[in-house]
């Protein structure tokens, strides 16, 4: 069966520090790869998605950043972190020819002070 | 542009009572629909989801929605609630745009009172 990890689960950095989470998933092949953030009360904002290794599509222009060096890993980015940063952030991923859901990682975290 | 627009922020109600979640989108394309539950702290997992053909969709945990495609709208029902559905439920439809994407409702926290 198919799983989706995400770390790490809660992180707390300073205004301008780097960051980097990662989520992997396994049991799969080609997934589509999604990165949201979640702010509370406002939903669901859909970072970037990914179709394939290094195709990187960006939905919002921010300082953050994704990779895909892996087919089945996606990291997200940031060089130099900001308060309005902080936020639930959600790794999700999908069947390649899909009309279907999303699987959900169990989140991370981020607290920028 | 497609959006989808959960009418209520919070629904509190009481345990044993029916609910109604309420949500309408806006496409001019074909789209699919799903609803999604949050407990606290932990990522989202699916309810139930509308591809096509009948417009009353059953889910988990006795939840069903109906489409309908002249109001554009697929409210989440139950006729019965547990303490336990006290959680965040999103409205979601999915889309093609270039890649498949799928586009949240801001949410609709359920509480659930004793």
């Known amino acids: 069966s198919q799983t989706i990890h995400q770390w790490p689960a809660t992180l707390v950095q300073p205004v301008g520090s780097p960051l980097s989470l990662e989520c992997t998933v396994e049991?799969?092949?080609?997934?589509?790869l999604y990165w949201y953030r979640q702010a509370a009360g406002r939903g669901l904002q859909l970072l970037f998605y990914?179709?394939?290794?290094?195709?990187i599509s960006s939905e919002v222009p921010q300082n953050l950043s994704a990779s895909r060096p892996q087919d089945r890993q996606f990291i997200l980015s940031s060089k130099k972190l900001l308060l309005s940063d902080s936020g639930f952030y959600l790794c999700?991923?999908?069947?390649?020819?899909?009309?279907?859901?999303?699987?959900f990682g169990e989140g991370s975290r981020l607290t920028v002070l | 542009a497609q959006s989808v627009t959960q009418l209520d922020s919070q629904v509190p109600v009481f345990e044993e009572a029916p609910v109604e979640l309420r949500c309408n989108y806006s496409?001019?394309?074909?789209?699919?629909l799903f609803w999604y539950v949050q407990y606290p702290n932990q990522g989202l997992q699916l309810l139930l989801k509308?591809?096509?053909?009948?417009?009353l969709v059953k889910g988990i945990n006795g939840f069903e929605a109906e489409f309908n495609k002249s109001q554009t709208s697929f409210h989440l029902r139950k006729p019965s609630v547990h303490i336990s559905d006290t959680a965040e439920y999103f409205c979601?439809?999915?889309?093609?745009?270039?890649?498949?994407?799928?586009?949240f409702g801001a949410g609709t926290r359920l509480f659930v009172k004793a």
């Open positions: 999700a991923w999908s069947p390649t020819a899909n009309t279907g859901e999303l699987f």
């Open positions: 049991g799969t092949s080609n997934p589509n």
């Open positions: 990914s179709v394939g290794i290094g195709q």
């Open positions: 496409s001019s394309v074909s789209v699919y």
């Open positions: 509308y591809l096509s053909g009948s417009t």
């Open positions: 979601a439809l999915r889309t093609y745009t270039g890649g498949f994407k799928t586009i």
